[in-house]
């Protein structure tokens, strides 16, 4: 299921790279709505979830750190690294796919550090 997840949102992610929403917010939305069977915990979840790295990233969704499409991109390789499942071939050849796994905290300075919005 994990690499269903992926595929749809780096499909999801070129439309939105090719034809860019009004905000920034519709991509975010759209990547929980994406993520959330595989990364939302249960409603009644026991405190291990906490620790688990699905749901570290569900909260990093959840958050207001992603405003540009080179975190949402990042966002779909730490989740194939997390998950184990390979980077859709849509993505494998673009320079990020070369570079290292993001981590939480590279995602945000990159948001920081990207002024022009893509």
């Not at 570290?56 to 966002?75: G, I, N």
């Not at 998950?83 to 570079?99: D, N, Y």
């Not at 290292?100 to 893509?118: A, E, L």
Request: charge should be positive; proline fraction near 8%; glycine fraction near 2%.
């Amino acid at each position: 299921e994990d690499t269903h997840v992926a595929f749809l949102a780096a499909a999801y992610f070129l439309w939105a790279e090719r034809y860019p929403p009004p905000s920034h917010r519709y991509i975010q939305t759209h990547f929980k709505w994406i993520f959330r069977t595989t990364l939302e915990p249960p409603s009644e979840y026991e405190a291990d979830y906490k620790n688990n790295w699905r749901h570290c990233l569900w909260t990093f969704l959840r958050r207001p750190y992603l405003q540009h499409m080179c975190q949402y991109e990042a966002v779909i390789l730490l989740f194939c690294d997390k998950a184990s499942c390979p980077v859709p071939k849509i993505l494998q050849e673009r320079e990020a796919a070369a570079q290292p796994v993001p981590t939480y905290s590279m995602i945000r300075k990159m948001g920081k550090n990207n002024q022009t919005g893509r």
